[in-house]
């Protein structure tokens, strides 16, 4: 008997690990937390239900009750994903010279855990620290060469430098190393746009599209490029099409018809939600 319920405890936390999960990628983060909860109090070493709470208390905007949970985890673990985590949770709560602490700490123990120096990078990036963003990121690059995600953290920040040949170098090498991730293909066609290459950035943005094509933000801002570039019909089409999947974002939708080179201007916002298919709340 007790050779069977053993499996039974550990199919049991597994089926609660998932329903956490989900319940967390759906966006009900409540429920989330009271399922970490139960699989914490059977384990509290459960690394797994402790990022899930963490996250979870973090979606409900109490970065201090995730802080104080991560802390103890991350004390007992030193595991860099909780670690990094708990980085967040204290900069969401105002404590930024604590976050980046510890951030320091993990990047210099843990110097290939890329989560880690990429929270480092974009936190000083926030901070408006730039070069020292690029310095952490670059270092990111190095101990990750073939990993995408320190390229395109870095390539924004020189965004924001206003170095779009590097940020687009960047961004370039991270579409090379995963070319079917989204969030390089979204951030080379932005640069690509920004540099006036309408044409190069369309394609950019339906490939990113043919990966997730229930990102709005990427349809408007294909509208846009196809505005841009004098083929009127086939942008406010895009346009449509994002107003129809969120209408939360006829607004967005709305800015951008009206800031495109080949636009419209409607003298009443009511007007411009009819024209792009949505009815005016």
């Known amino acids: ?16 690990l998932e329903a956490a999960v989900t319940a ?3 966006g009900r983060p409540a429920e989330a937390e009271r399922l970490a909860l139960q699989l914490l109090a059977s384990d509290p070493r ?12 973090l979606m409900q905007n109490r970065p201090d009750d995730a802080a104080e949970s991560l802390r103890k985890t991350a004390r007992r673990s030193g595991d860099p994903s909780i670690e ?15 976050a980046l602490d510890q951030l320091r700490q993990t990047t210099q123990r843990h110097p290939a855990y890329v989560l880690a120096c990429i929270e480092l990078g974009d936190l000083l990036g926030r901070l408006g620290r730039l070069d020292e963003a690029v310095v952490v990121l670059e270092s990111g690059v190095v101990a990750n060469p073939d ?4 390229r395109i953290a870095l390539g924004y920040v020189h965004l924001r430098r206003n170095d779009r040949a590097e940020a687009r170098a960047q961004f370039s090498a991270a579409c090379a190393a995963a ?8 951030a080379l066609a932005k640069v690509t746009a920004l540099d006036g290459e309408f044409a190069a950035a369309v394609a950019l943005h339906r490939r990113a599209l043919a990966i997730r094509p229930d990102d709005v933000a990427t349809r ?12 009127r019909e086939a942008g406010e089409a895009a346009l449509r099409a994002a107003t129809r999947a969120v209408p ?7 800015t951008t018809l009206a800031a495109a080179a080949h636009g419209r201007v409607f003298l009443r916002p009511s007007d411009a939600a009819r024209f792009l298919g949505a009815e005016p709340t």
């Open 1 to 16: 008997m007790n050779g069977q319920s053993e499996p039974r405890g550990r199919n049991t936390d597994a089926q609660t």
């Open 24 to 26: 967390l990628r759906t």
């Open 46 to 57: 459960d690394l797994g239900a402790a990022q899930i709470l963490g996250n979870a208390l």
């Open 84 to 98: 990094t985590l708990l980085a967040r949770a204290l900069a969401a709560a105002g404590r930024t010279d604590v």
């Open 147 to 150: 990993a995408a995600l320190p």
């Open 179 to 186: 070319p079917q991730r989204h969030d390089a293909l979204v």
């Open 220 to 231: 408007i801002n294909l509208g846009k490029c196809l505005l841009d570039m004098g083929e």
């Open 248 to 254: 939360k974002a006829t607004g967005l939708a709305i």
